[in-house]
């Protein structure tokens, strides 16, 4: 995988609650932009992302997993998250390292309450966010009342791209609205075709609350659409992009993960209207002063620790997201919440737990260190001449306590050291 500069990086954490089809998702997105040639279908648990023994054993997520993939020249890194929210501190983690959030919802259960809490705290963070209705293709599939239901929830900013060409078994297809063309697709291959009769005044409907949420993202634009001018469909994607990087917007597309139906689209979307890199101003503290500053994607570099995974095999594993400046093997490394110089050797990216070697990254982009003696979820890594840290990441609070003692005695040393690898990997 080539190195990509940080205006052409997305970071996307894909989110959802339990059983919407989210890994099926980021896997056949894998597999739509070609980083995969295979991947795995309903409870068969060949799964790229859920490979750890107790996610195979109950077909569910439990922990963050990483995927990068290349689409039209720009890169796109995928945080997959645990639908459960008893592994809420996974999302929390996951939301810090990214950008943008992809929500994903089935169109049979609609919102769920795991989608509320992952609504909150994208608002909380002020994310920008996109959804993605999924399981079109199943029977009981219902578009429209997943959208009027997230519009109660979550207000008027939710703003549909697509709408279906059937639902259920008759599923074969989405249309563009702001295009207003469709496409069908056979085995996960589009073919543009006009928009269907029947759905051209629904069509007509949406694409005209989408002009007007574009139009809303700039004076320019809003002037021009009062006028009765019509937009071109640059100023809609240019003002529907400045909506959702504001907060104002939240743009939904749908699909099928199982049956590749809509993902390209999904694709171009990201890369459209999701925030790069450049975009990112992040707030420190200067390590020496105590003082508040800024950091730019243009400073020297910093990063953050945003995942722990202690692996058997591979030893410890760091998940960092670079803020500023770039890092290269050979470069000196400073963890500035433990006040040490890291030594490390090599950085890799992962789709799942394929390690794919990195020799340099910009700002923006995510990568694993191997094996930091020092580095914990939390802390800062920076160029040993600009120490700045950032702000931890505000996990959920434990809601349960148990005591626990060995079943032999003499053995506390090593349930302590078992706990306490535990709580390294999970904070919460």
Same mark, same amino acid.
């Given at each position: ?197 029947? &759905?051209? @005044? /629904?069509?007509? +409907?949406?694409? %005209?609350?989408?002009? #007007?949420?574009?139009?809303? !993202?700039?004076? =320019? &634009?809003? @002037? /021009?659409?009062? +006028?009765?001018? %019509?937009?071109?469909? #640059?100023?809609?994607?240019? !003002?529907?992009? =400045? ?186």
């Amino acid at each position: 995988m080539k190195e990509y500069s940080s205006d052409k990086i997305r970071n996307v954490a894909v989110v959802s609650h339990d059983g919407a089809g989210k890994t099926a998702l980021v896997e056949s997105l894998l597999l739509t932009s070609g980083a995969v040639d295979f991947v795995g279908k309903g409870q068969d648990n060949k799964h790229i992302m859920d490979f750890e023994p107790e996610e195979i054993k109950r077909n569910v997520t439990i922990q963050l997993g990483m995927a990068p993939c290349e689409w039209h020249d720009h890169k796109v890194n995928f945080i997959d998250t645990p639908g459960y929210n008893e592994f809420h501190g996974e999302v929390r983690a996951a939301l810090r390292a990214c950008d943008g959030m992809l929500m994903v919802l089935s169109s049979t259960s609609g919102v769920e309450t795991d989608t509320v809490r992952a609504w909150d705290y994208a608002v909380e963070l002020q994310m920008p966010r996109m959804a993605f209705i999924n399981k079109m293709d199943v029977d009981g599939a219902d578009f429209f009342g997943t959208i009027e239901r997230m519009r109660e929830l979550f207000g008027k900013g939710i703003m549909p791209l697509q709408i279906p060409i059937g639902e259920g078994a008759d599923f074969e297809g989405v249309v563009d609205v702001a295009k207003m063309t469709a496409f069908t697709y056979k085995d996960g291959q589009p073919t543009e075709v006009a928009v269907p009769a029947h &759905l051209i @005044e /629904k069509a007509q +409907e949406i694409r %005209e609350m989408t002009v #007007e949420a574009a139009a809303e !993202g700039s004076d =320019e &634009l809003l @002037e /021009k659409y009062l +006028e009765g001018e %019509e937009l071109s469909l #640059e100023e809609i994607r240019q !003002g529907l992009r =400045e909506g959702m990087i504001s907060g104002r917007v939240c743009p939904i597309m749908c699909g099928s993960a199982t049956s590749c139906i809509g993902l390209d689209q999904v694709l171009d979307r990201m890369i459209r209207y999701m925030p790069d890199a450049t975009k990112k101003v992040m707030t420190a503290t200067d390590a020496e002063t105590g003082e508040q500053c800024v950091v730019h994607v243009d400073k020297p570099l910093t990063a953050f620790v945003f995942k722990t995974l202690l692996d058997p095999f591979a030893g410890k594993q760091s998940f960092v997201r670079i803020f500023s400046g770039e890092l290269k093997e050979g470069d000196r490394l400073f963890d500035v919440n433990q006040g040490v110089e890291e030594k490390w050797g090599k950085m890799v990216t992962l789709i799942g737990k394929q390690q794919i070697p990195v020799s340099a990254a910009k700002a923006g982009d995510i990568v694993v260190i191997p094996k930091l003696a020092n580095a914990k979820t939390g802390d800062t890594l920076t160029a040993p001449d600009f120490k700045v840290t950032y702000d931890a990441i505000r996990f959920p609070q434990p809601l349960y306590t148990v005591a626990m003692e060995p079943v032999k005695k003499g053995e506390e040393e090593k349930l302590a050291s078992a706990v306490l690898k535990v709580a390294e990997e999970d904070p919460t």
